[in-house]
């Protein structure tokens, strides 16, 4: 039997959970990754070095290819799944908490299903079979989802909002321990050809509620000032096509090409309905400034006057307001880098390795 074994929901894109899982890997070395599909030039290079496991059901191309086409069965393909081992640590936003483990179950709870909690903002921009069929499984997913929340023997989550959703879905008064940024500010930092220092930057898989097209209409109010938008997702050709010329559009980039973007950019613009809201973290590592929306995980990582402002709501207005006061606004930029230590890749890995050993304390001495 295995020591630590790690679960996560699926590895096909690039997003803070897979960054989380690779933080994970390295606060256990050697452990397994199980996850439900992988398509390793989808997600982050580095799970390439670990050894991960697939569920059957990443045979199918379809569903790597969206993983979204596969929310029918991802339920029962992680109940069927037993995990032989002392400890498995899951990673979920709603289905690796549902394995089998032999031993004891740690979940890092990024955010309770959006699809069965926050339904009408996750569906919004879906095609209407999507919502039908998501809306007409949701009472079983439901009852599946609070059974495999209480199965835990400890639930973490990454931020005050997450832990209030998690005690109102399922009454577990969870444990806060906030992700770390893991984008390291020392590595290669490659440019994007024809593209000049002080811009403004966002950060974001490119969904509706991401919020990315009101970023991008701000910055037609602004066309003294330039924005870079990092990031794919399906709403990529719409917001290419409508952009003004102010505003390039960069799809992925690799962590080289991400590093150079936050080292050159004036501030970061993040808009998005976060649960924890990484970017302004990252920034912050870089000494950037960050104009944000007011809400959920932004108000744990953003300090107003200090690493950054506020805007109220993701209107394109609004935007442009909080990027003009961010511009007219000094910042000091050793006090932002000061901020950014809290949530360190060191602090998270002590810490996640404090609460494992507490649940199996001969893994402790194995970790020492």
């Known amino acids: ?28 070395p050697g452990a397994d990754v199980l996850t439900s599909l992988y398509d390793p030039q989808a997600t982050y290079p580095e799970f390439e070095s670990l050894h991960v496991r697939t569920l059957p059901i990443n045979h199918l191309r379809l569903f790597r290819n969206d993983h979204r086409l596969a929310m029918p069965v991802l339920a029962p393909a992680f109940s069927t799944a037993n995990v032989d081992c002392s400890v498995a640590v899951c990673s979920s936003s709603g289905w690796a908490h549902g394995v089998k ?17 926050q339904t009408d903002s996750y569906l919004k921009g879906m095609g209407a079979g999507t919502r039908t069929a998501l809306k007409t499984l949701r009472p079983a997913l439901t009852r599946w989802d609070r059974r495999a929340a209480l199965s835990a023997d400890l639930y973490v989550v990454n931020s005050n ?25 020392d590595g290669p930092a490659s440019p994007i050809a024809g593209i000049d220092a002080g811009f403004f930057l966002c950060v974001s898989r490119l969904l509706s509620y991401k919020n990315v097209e009101s970023v991008v209409e ?9 924005l870079l938008v990092i990031g794919g997702g399906p709403l990529f050709p719409a917001l290419q096509l409508a952009a003004p010329p102010n505003v390039e559009m960069c799809g992925e980039v690799d962590d080289s090409t991400l590093r150079w973007s936050y080292s050159r950019c004036a501030g970061v613009v993040a808009a998005s309905y976060e649960d924890f809201g990484l970017t302004p973290v990252e920034g912050a590592a870089f000494g950037k400034p960050t104009a944000a929306l007011k809400w959920g995980g932004f108000l744990e990582t953003v300090v107003e006057a200090r690493t950054g402002v506020f805007f109220d709501s993701p209107e394109p207005t609004a935007i442009a307001r909080a990027v003009s006061q961010l511009c007219k606004q000094k910042w000091d930029e050793s006090e932002i880098r000061q901020w950014a230590r809290r949530f360190s890749p060191q602090y998270f890995k002590a810490t996640m390795r404090g609460l494992v050993s507490q649940e199996v304390p001969a893994i402790g001495e194995h970790l020492q």
């Not at 630590?4 to 606060?27: K, S």
């Open 1 to 28: 039997m295995a020591e630590i074994a790690i679960v996560h929901d699926y590895l096909t894109q690039r997003g803070g959970a897979e960054r989380v899982v690779l933080a994970l890997a390295d606060a256990f």
């Open 101 to 117: 483990v032999s031993g004891r179950k740690v979940v890092y709870c990024h955010n309770p299903a959006r699809w069965l909690y």
């Open 161 to 185: 909002v997450v832990r209030d959703r998690v005690r109102i879905a399922y009454g577990i008064d969870a444990q806060v321990v906030h992700p770390p940024f893991s984008l390291g500010t």
């Open 218 to 226: 701000a910055f037609r109010m602004l066309p003294h000032l330039r």
